[in-house]
Nanobody
Framework: QVQLVESGGGLVQPGGSLRLSCAAS????????IRWHRQAPGKERELVAG????????EYADSVKGRFTISRDNTKNTVFLQMNSLKPEDTAVYYC???????WGQGTQVTVSS
């Protein structure tokens, strides 16, 4: 079955960095667009970034452009989200998603606080 497992979250100070991973299994990973979303307390889930399957085309929310970088390693069935210059407003649970079937991971908590 399709599985997505996020990891790499944690507590970081403002201005710091984290690298999230989304490990996928149960499908041909290289065929699918993968997205990262986040949901902060009391707010709706929002798209953060996405990456195409074969072309490497990426998309980013305006709020993270220039600070976050999405990438993928199709040999390891993993998508990464490198987050730099983190701000308190980046605090949220981060989820990865495979579109085409709408599969989601369980999420990983990112907290940016001094």
């Amino acid at each position: 079955q399709v599985q997505l497992v996020e990891s790499g979250g944690g507590l970081v100070q403002p201005g710091g960095s984290l690298r999230l991973s989304c490990a996928a299994s149960g499908f041909t990973f290289s065929n699918y667009w993968i997205r990262w979303h986040r949901q902060a307390p009391g707010k709706e889930r929002e798209l953060v970034a996405g990456i195409d399957s074969g072309t490497g085309i990426t998309e980013y929310a305006d709020s993270v452009k220039g600070r976050f970088t999405i990438s993928r390693d199709n040999t390891k069935n993993t998508v990464f989200l490198q987050m730099n210059s983190l701000k308190p407003e980046d605090t949220a649970v981060y989820y990865c998603q495979r579109i085409n079937g709408d599969y989601w991971g369980q999420g990983t908590q990112v907290t940016v606080s001094s």
